[in-house]
């Protein structure tokens, strides 16, 4: 995982002064994933969340008039199931995290493009008798989103953004238990985030 | 060349033993509305401490939950009951000394012509005088495991030394620890449909 240290200064290096505007942001939404596990004993099962609803912050910071970088953090809950025949079963409550960098650049009017880097770590409620239980993994992660924003008065933005993210999953356990490889794990996520500036 | 699949793959896991009661044929296991499983352990010698190593480990075995238990002190809740019958044994730490017959177990399950199951279900174990204390430990550690396997549902025996629930008619339980086959066994007991509910 990248150590928030590092990002701050990577913020701060890629951030021209003169230009600079902090702007602070809460961000809600609500994420889909694709099954983290698919394996089969007696009949096919894949291990994979509902859709969750995720909370987040931002601090971002406009490099000139197109450009913007960002620091984000955001965690969503979620129950991890194992969906097997037509029956599910809850494995176990789970909490992620993801702390991201990420580049944005205006586009046409108001659509804004970004890209992001970052880490996704699982936080299970517990780990007996789980895909967890050598340990909750944290791992890397790539996304990139498409969103509109609007201004309001008061230096208020808001934005709607359709977001995508892949990481490649797999737990000490899995790799212990003979498993081989990583799967892809593909979500998307729906946000609404509203900042303001905090520094001019 | 190398490549990077898309997707996790899975294990060769190994063909397991045969795991339904006989001679009715029955599966049983915990449903996950059930879980943990609370187990009682008669508070004599290191019964309690076996009792807890013998739940980690078949947890150990599942991946997606299938099965959990809890051991609890307060016996008026329990589902599975394991008491040793006479004095306290003797404690010593557990070694890889070879296995002697100091002990055994037995596990009974009480099922109605409904397959309805009676609780609490009811493991007694014995050790037996003119054994170390280090065989005495030893054997009832092995011998917890195997019996907290037939109260998941494993209710029958392995044919194979290496296999935790090796047992009669082949043997006694000689294994310290469960093996890739009581892994695999236990995994497909909990997905197959039970047919008999506590």
């Given at each position: 995982?990248?150590?928030?240290?590092?990002?701050?200064?990577?913020?701060?290096?890629?951030?021209?002064?003169?230009?600079?505007?902090?702007?602070?942001?809460?961000?809600?939404?609500?994420?889909?994933?694709?099954?983290?596990?698919?394996?089969?004993?007696?009949?096919?099962?894949?291990?994979?969340?509902?859709?969750?609803?995720?909370?987040?912050?931002?601090?971002?910071?406009?490099?000139?008039?197109?450009?913007?970088?960002?620091?984000?953090?955001?965690?969503?809950?979620?129950?991890?199931?194992?969906?097997?025949?037509?029956?599910?079963?809850?494995?176990?409550?789970?909490?992620?995290?993801?702390?991201?960098?990420?580049?944005?650049?205006?586009?046409?009017?108001?659509?804004?493009?970004?890209?992001?880097?970052?880490?996704?770590?699982?936080?299970?409620?517990?780990?007996?008798?789980?895909?967890?239980?050598?340990?909750?993994?944290?791992?890397?992660?790539?996304?990139?989103?498409?969103?509109?924003?609007?201004?309001?008065?008061?230096?208020?933005?808001?934005?709607?953004?359709?977001?995508?993210?892949?990481?490649?999953?797999?737990?000490?356990?899995?790799?212990?238990?003979?498993?081989?490889?990583?799967?892809?794990?593909?979500?998307?996520?729906?946000?609404?985030t509203l900042s303001r500036i905090a520094v001019n | 060349m190398a490549?990077?699949?898309?997707?996790?793959?899975?294990?060769?896991?190994?063909?397991?033993?045969?795991?339904?009661?006989?001679?009715?044929?029955?599966?049983?296991?915990?449903?996950?509305?059930?879980?943990?499983?609370?187990?009682?352990?008669?508070?004599?010698?290191?019964?309690?401490?076996?009792?807890?190593?013998?739940?980690?480990?078949?947890?150990?075995?599942?991946?997606?939950?299938?099965?959990?238990?809890?051991?609890?002190?307060?016996?008026?809740?329990?589902?599975?009951?394991?008491?040793?019958?006479?004095?306290?044994?003797?404690?010593?730490?557990?070694?890889?000394?070879?296995?002697?017959?100091?002990?055994?177990?037995?596990?009974?399950?009480?099922?109605?012509?409904?397959?309805?199951?009676?609780?609490?279900?009811?493991?007694?174990?014995?050790?037996?005088?003119?054994?170390?204390?280090?065989?005495?430990?030893?054997?009832?550690?092995?011998?917890?495991?195997?019996?907290?396997?037939?109260?998941?549902?494993?209710?029958?025996?392995?044919?194979?030394?290496?296999?935790?629930?090796?047992?009669?008619?082949?043997?006694?339980?000689?294994?310290?620890?469960?093996?890739?086959?009581?892994?695999?066994?236990?995994?497909?007991?909990?997905?197959?449909?039970?047919?008999?509910?506590?």
């Open positions: 995982m990248i150590h928030p240290a590092v990002l701050l200064v990577a913020l701060c290096a890629f951030t021209t002064p003169a230009t600079a505007q902090l702007r602070i942001g809460l961000r809600a939404g609500v994420t889909g994933s694709s099954a983290l596990v698919t394996d089969s004993i007696v009949q096919r099962i894949s291990a994979r969340t509902a859709p969750a609803p995720n909370l987040g912050f931002t601090l971002e910071n406009d490099l000139d008039s197109l450009w913007r970088v960002a620091l984000g953090f955001s965690t969503s809950w979620a129950h991890l199931s194992r969906h097997s025949g037509d029956s599910s079963e809850v494995i176990v409550p789970l909490t992620v995290w993801t702390p991201t960098l990420s580049l944005s650049r205006v586009m046409l009017r108001s659509i804004v493009a970004r890209a992001s880097i970052g880490a996704i770590a699982y936080d299970p409620d517990h780990t007996d008798g789980n895909l967890f239980s050598g340990g909750a993994p944290i791992l890397p992660l790539v996304g990139f989103g498409l969103g509109t924003e609007r201004t309001a008065g008061n230096g208020l933005r808001m934005i709607i953004e359709l977001a995508y993210d892949l990481h490649r999953f797999t737990t000490t356990k899995l790799r212990d238990d003979g498993f081989s490889g990583a799967q892809s794990v593909h979500r998307l996520t729906l946000s609404l | 490549t990077v699949g898309c997707a996790i793959t899975q294990p060769d896991r190994p063909a397991g033993y045969a795991f339904r009661s006989q001679p009715d044929n029955l599966v049983f296991h915990w449903n996950a509305g059930r879980m943990p499983v609370r187990y009682w352990a008669e508070p004599k010698g290191a019964l309690p401490a076996y009792v807890d190593e013998g739940i980690r480990s078949w947890e150990d075995q599942f991946l997606y939950g299938e099965f959990e238990g809890t051991r609890i002190t307060d016996s008026t809740t329990m589902q599975v009951r394991i008491e040793i019958t006479g004095s306290a044994p003797p404690t010593a730490p557990l070694s890889t000394a070879p296995p002697a017959p100091a002990c055994d177990g037995r596990t009974t399950l009480t099922v109605g012509t409904d397959n309805h199951m009676a609780l609490p279900i009811v493991v007694t174990l014995r050790w037996f005088a003119g054994f170390t204390a280090e065989q005495v430990a030893n054997c009832l550690a092995r011998v917890t495991v195997h019996e907290i396997g037939h109260t998941i549902g494993l209710l029958q025996h392995s044919d194979r030394v290496t296999d935790i629930m090796y047992g009669a008619p082949f043997g006694v339980v000689q294994a310290r620890e469960l093996s890739s086959r009581d892994g695999a066994s236990a995994q497909r007991l909990y997905h197959t449909a039970s047919d008999i509910t506590p």
